[in-house]
């Protein structure tokens, strides 16, 4: 499914709190944070015209 | 026979006719202009009044408005949003002039523009309402706002294609333009230009055309902006147009509004999203796209802070559990002086495990010392 502006930012908004929640597990947090930065940086490239190939988490 | 004279003579004596009955008086009349011709740097304006059977002028007499006269067509303009052109009706107080070359004219003193603004506010007031009766708009009692669906629509949290409703090349769609493309953040727009009129008759036609042509192709726009610049040139008369009103009331796609005039709010204003001017549009849209992306720098923040929280937890973990691990092991207690008791290959932890005459091997931090069980007794002393 194609990326979104708004997909992106719930996305997002989730795996914030779940990276913050004190309970997670390590194992996941590498990968939650590798995706939330992917998230930040497909927003910010966007917004200046640079299209990241990036696939929305339902697909 | 009459005797023949100059033609000065007959025209002066015409001139005194007219000069004993007209002199020094003020007549109001009402009639449609014709032939404008503005001299805006000498202040002066020519035209025609005519009157009209069917599409037979029936009446035309010369007219011209002096410097002591051009501001009231300057403030004609200004209040009824209306432009001074051939083919409007005008009410205007004018004196009889008679001149022996030029002829008969008139001198208009002052325009009475009260009545065409009257006639303007009940045309405004007779649109919104119709546009309630259909269903196109809601009032919300007391505010001078009406709900459409259009202005119900939810905005995205970024904007970046644009369909510009304008008229290209105008100070309006400049100053929009300028604003978006050249904003500070970097940020990247797609702005599609729908050309129209956006003042005389045709406007509000076009501007339908426009937007009828934007939700006909398969493009999906984020917004359709509409502007149209301010300055002198005051005819927004289009936008009170009913079709205009309720085609934007309507409109499946966001419309944002920046009709130049900070007097007066237009009937397509009050069914989209306004703002004052191009400019503010436009700047509106860039902070909506920055409010956007500010959103995700707090986001990224929270990221960073708690990864690396997690990450310190984790460390400090483990290094409790190494400490607590390197404090139980045997050599951490035969360090002590403690001694490790062996029998078989296998650690004694009960004493039924060996019985006397048996061999044992006892470790110590650097020797194994090997004997044999002479006696067993119970331990008395409360080593614990």
Request: with cysteine; aromatic share 8%.
């Amino acid at each position: 499914m194609e990326m979104t502006y708004d997909k992106a930012f719930s996305e997002l908004r989730d795996l914030v709190e779940q990276i913050e929640d004190r309970n997670i597990q390590l194992d996941t947090l590498t990968a939650k944070v590798k995706r939330a930065n992917e998230l930040i940086t497909y927003c910010e490239q966007k917004l200046r015209g640079i299209e990241l190939d990036i696939r929305s988490a339902s697909e | 026979m009459q005797q023949t004279q100059k033609l000065s003579q007959l025209v002066n004596e015409i001139d005194v006719v007219i000069r004993n009955r007209f002199i020094g008086q003020v007549f109001s009349i009402k009639a449609e202009i014709t032939d404008v011709k503005k001299q805006p740097d000498k202040r002066w304006c020519f035209l025609k009044f005519i009157e009209k059977d069917g599409n037979t002028i029936t009446t035309e007499v010369g007219a011209v408005f002096w410097s002591n006269a051009y501001h009231s067509i300057e403030s004609f303009e200004r209040h009824t949003q209306q432009k001074f052109v051939s083919g409007i009706e005008i009410t205007c107080m004018v004196k009889v002039i008679f001149h022996k070359r030029f002829g008969i004219r008139l001198e208009v003193q002052d325009i009475d523009y009260a009545y065409e603004i009257g006639k303007l506010e009940f045309e405004r007031k007779k649109t919104l309402e119709r546009l309630v009766t259909e269903g196109i708009a809601v009032e919300v009692p007391s505010t001078g706002r009406y709900f459409t669906r259009n202005n119900q629509l939810p905005l995205p949290q970024v904007f970046q294609k644009i369909a510009l409703v304008a008229s290209v090349n105008t100070d309006g769609y400049r100053d929009f333009k300028k604003v978006v493309e050249q904003n500070k953040y970097g940020y990247s727009f797609s702005i599609v230009d729908f050309a129209t009129q956006v003042q005389g008759d045709n406007a509000a036609q076009q501007m339908i055309a426009q937007l009828e042509k934007i939700t006909a192709g398969k493009e999906i726009y984020d917004v359709v902006v509409i502007v149209r610049g301010g300055g002198s040139d005051t005819d927004f008369k289009s936008f009170d147009d009913f079709e205009l009103a309720k085609c934007v009331g309507m409109f499946p796609m966001p419309v944002l509004t920046g009709i130049g005039h900070d007097r007066n709010t237009s009937i397509t204003d009050l069914m989209a999203r306004q703002h004052k001017t191009p400019t503010e549009v436009g700047t509106y849209i860039v902070d909506s796209n920055w409010d956007f992306e500010d959103k995700i720098n707090q986001l990224k923040d929270r990221v960073a802070n708690s990864a690396e929280r997690s990450l310190e937890n984790a460390r400090n973990t483990l290094d409790y559990y190494k400490r607590i691990v390197a404090s139980a092991s045997p050599e951490t207690i035969l360090n002590r002086g403690f001694a490790m008791i062996m029998h078989k290959g296998k650690i004694i932890t009960d004493p039924a495990q060996i019985n006397e005459h048996e061999e044992i091997e006892t470790y110590l931090k650097d020797e194994i010392i090997l004997s044999t069980v002479n006696q067993k007794k119970k331990n008395g002393n409360d080593l614990r």
